[in-house]
């Protein structure tokens, strides 16, 4: 079924009049006797979203209503979803706001971990990021409400600082380049957008709440929203808490978190050509690491990497964060008008402000534990000014030009020298896309150019300390092409290729220290030189008699002076313990993969999904694999829907698999510890919906980790020490109104 397919037998309810109709066969209703007047009609059925529909009866209406199937069917292979206004030959993935609300207790990265081609890296479970077809971190574009996130990003127990919660849908594109958003990314990119605020006079919203076994977990978010005629505005807050996780049979000691968030846009329309919007959003988080990562000396640490259970582990659950734990706060204000010249012209201009404070807490002696090791603090400006418009030829182009200026300097009082030195940047970009449909082929061109001058302050290494500064001019240029070739309805074929480089991040640079949220020592390398990446992408979609529904997507990246931090074989005690250290290095690099997803419709009642992931790294420079890439994994869904059940209507029953091969492709010299072990894990949800006084209130329970696994992810940077997450069971409940 697509989104044009009429829905029968679907369940309307007129909320003011308190009355209902069921769609015939071929999707028609009729409501009569229905007085003048504005009115709320809700629409549900089995397998699609509830959806309610605001609208003004002055005499005889004739209603289309469209509502969409639930994500778990559709949404992870929204293959034409798209970041411009036209079709698109890129290859992306879609969460909405149900599927999103379905995994409340969890950070954006870890939503994302279950679509085809994504994985994450992590520091625990708390402090995670996304990985797309093998990369993170400055090679990914992350886009919070169209800006380019901007913060200590740099590592892997940096997580995005960005709320799910107040996200209307998040979109993976698994394309060649983002070539429309500033930045130093390699390809993919991840889209966060705020839910768009209904043309509804009334003040309407939800109220989330989840409850987590696993560490004790509370979480509540508000969402409200109104509309005027002129304006409107929406408001998201989260607020969560959660102690000490468990593993299969201990505790993880000082992983607890606390986060608070809130986000707030408004809308005016000026008139019919010109509207202006202003979006804020705050992140707040307190997050603890796991005692056990940071050992005193080297004999412990030694040991530590072969123990069972960590040390420092308490018999004993607590909400206490001690130290190591970190304080991140990011802030963003953006403000945007859109000028409509026509309606084939349109301009935006954008200016956005964002700051960003981390604390990071080491354990010190003589009670300075609570004095940050590390304190930083980083602003950028950003404008850009951007068209979309219909030029000769019917070619669908968009274009922009920005500038971002960027501040980050180390707060004073740590006492220690820092891992990131002081820096300012300033960034210009100018980028061109175009596509154009000629009869059944998509064509898609791209271009970028963008000019970097960075300054920077460095602190020697040697014993005599002594500032050294750095002036960077670099320029980079990326280009990407592609075309999809519509056979039918049913069957599309997309091909991409794309140019790209970056240039080498701050920390692979300079960094020079103890990280001390991933408990080891890096050193940056100042000769680094700029990466520059080819890549292919190669997709086939499509559906067969609308029941089985699929994409292969087949990637291609070669990646010349390939930077990754590489286990030096070595450990280093300091006064503030003994760690392993890591050297950023340079090689030539190749990654390719395929990620095949499919769902399959077996009845009205009755569906299954099937995903599946293959990467392969290597260091052509050396004949080795690379170090820190995914693990190829396999994960099936099985959901079963019943249309009602006394009061309670849209019940689905899902039972899950996800299981990770064991990550072969590297060599045992290659990391202080062998890779873990393969795992599977199994989970099961349960979800349903009611009304309580015609508002929709759905219910959902979920259990991760079903049979207690004790494992290991290669990803997890804390599985030198410990285990990954035990059972957890999840409940979650959600009011709208």
């Known amino acids: 079924m697509n989104c044009l397919d009429p829905i029968p037998f679907a369940n309307l309810y007129v909320k003011e009049a308190k009355i209902g109709a069921i769609s015939d066969e071929n999707g028609f209703f009729q409501i009569p006797l229905i007085c003048q007047g504005s009115f709320h009609i809700v629409v549900s059925q089995v397998g699609c979203k509830t959806r309610e529909f605001y609208i003004v009866v002055e005499q005889d209406t004739t209603l289309l209503l469209k509502i969409e199937q639930y994500s778990q069917i559709m949404d992870e292979l929204a293959i034409a979803s798209t970041v411009i206004e036209a079709p698109t030959t890129q290859s992306s993935i879609h969460l909405d706001v149900h599927e999103i609300s379905q995994y409340s207790d969890r950070n954006m990265a870890n939503i994302l971990e279950n679509l085809a081609g994504v994985s994450t890296i992590k520091n625990g479970n708390n402090i ?92 509540l978010n508000l969402r409200m929203q109104k509309y005027h005629q002129k304006f409107a505005w929406s408001f998201s807050g989260t607020a969560k808490k ?112 964002q700051w960003d404070l981390r604390k990071e807490f080491d354990v010190r002696r003589a009670g300075r534990s609570l ?79 963008d000019y970097l001058d960075q300054r920077v302050a460095t602190i020697t290494r040697g014993i005599v300390k002594e500032i050294k500064r750095y002036h960077n001019n670099v320029s980079n240029i990326g280009l990407s092409g592609g075309a999809k070739y519509i056979f039918s309805n049913s069957l599309n074929l997309s ?84 760690y392993p250290v890591f050297k950023y290095t340079q090689t030539r690099a190749r990654i390719l993969g395929l990620d095949f997803t499919s769902a399959f419709l077996f009845t009205e009642k009755i569906n299954a999904s099937f995903k599946a992931s293959y990467l392969k790294g290597t260091d052509t420079q050396n004949n080795i694999p690379l170090i820190y890439l995914p693990s190829n994994n396999l ?55 009611r009304r309580f006084s015609g508002n929709p209130f759905n219910m959902f329970l979920r259990i991760d980790n079903l049979f207690n696994v004790s494992y290991r992810d290669y990803l997890n940077r804390l599985r030198y020490f410990a285990d990954d997450l035990g059972i957890n069971t999840v409940l979650g409940l959600n009011l709208n109104f």
Do not use: C
Not at 674 to 686: A, D, E, Q, R, V
């Open 128 to 219: 995670a990021k996304p990985v797309v077809n093998g990369l993170y971190g400055d090679r990914l574009i992350l886009l919070n409400n169209g800006v380019a996130q901007s913060g200590q990003q740099w590592g892997p127990d940096h997580s995005p600082e960005i709320d799910p919660l107040a996200a209307g849908k998040i979109t993976v594109i698994k394309g060649v380049s983002a070539l429309a958003y500033q930045g130093n990314n390699l390809g993919s990119a991840i889209i966060v957008n705020a839910p768009k605020i209904d043309k509804d006079p009334h003040l309407h919203g939800s109220v989330r709440y989840f409850f987590e076994s696993n560490g004790i977990g509370n979480g």
């Open 635 to 689: 994960f099936f869904s099985f959901n079963y829907q019943v249309p009602k059940v006394g009061q309670w209507s849209q019940i689905t029953f899902e039972l899950n698999n996800k299981y990770i091969f064991e990550q072969k492709n590297i060599l045992s010299e290659q990391d202080f510890a062998s890779p873990p072990k393969g795992y599977n894990l199994t989970g099961i949800k349960i979800s349903g919906e």
């Open 371 to 449: 004095r940050p090791a590390m304190s930083l603090n980083q602003t950028s400006n950003f404008t850009e000014l951007k068209y979309n418009g219909h030029l000769f030829n019917d070619w669908e182009v968009s274009s922009g030009f920005q500038i971002n200026v960027m501040n980050n300097f180390n707060e004073p009082g740590t006492g220690i020298l820092p891992l990131i030195p002081d820096y300012k940047s300033n960034k210009l970009g100018i980028f061109i896309l175009a596509i154009k449909k000629i009869e059944q082929v998509n064509f898609e061109l791209g271009g970028r150019y």
């Open 495 to 578: 091909y991409n290729i794309g140019l790209a480089s970056r240039n080498p991040g701050i920390n692979e640079l300079y960094s020079f220290g103890l990280h001390q949220g991933v408990s080891g020592i890096e050193e940056g390398d100042p000769d680094l030189v700029r990466e520059e990446a080819i890549k292919n992408t190669l997709s086939l979609s499509g559906k067969i008699n609308s029941k089985i529904l699929y994409e292969i997507l087949y990637f291609d990246q070669a990646i010349e002076n390939y930077i990754f931090l590489n286990p030096q074989n070595q450990f280093r005690t300091t006064i503030r313990g003994s």
């Open 242 to 353: 959660k102690g000490d996780s468990r593993a299969a049979s201990y505790f993880l000691t000082n992983t607890g978190a606390e986060e608070g968030d809130f986000t707030l846009q408004t809308e005016y329309s000026h008139n019919a050509s010109l509207k202006s919007k202003l979006f804020f959003s705050s992140f707040n988080a307190h997050l603890g690491v796991l005692r056990g990562a940071h050992i005193g000396n080297l004999a412990d640490l030694e040991e530590a990497l072969v123990r069972s259970e960590p040390f420092y582990t308490k018999d004993h659950f607590s909400y206490q964060i001690n130290a190591p734990f970190q304080k991140v706060n990011h802030h963003l204000l953006k403000w945007q008008t859109t000028f409509l010249l026509d309606e084939s012209h349109k301009f935006n201009l954008t200016h956005a402000v």
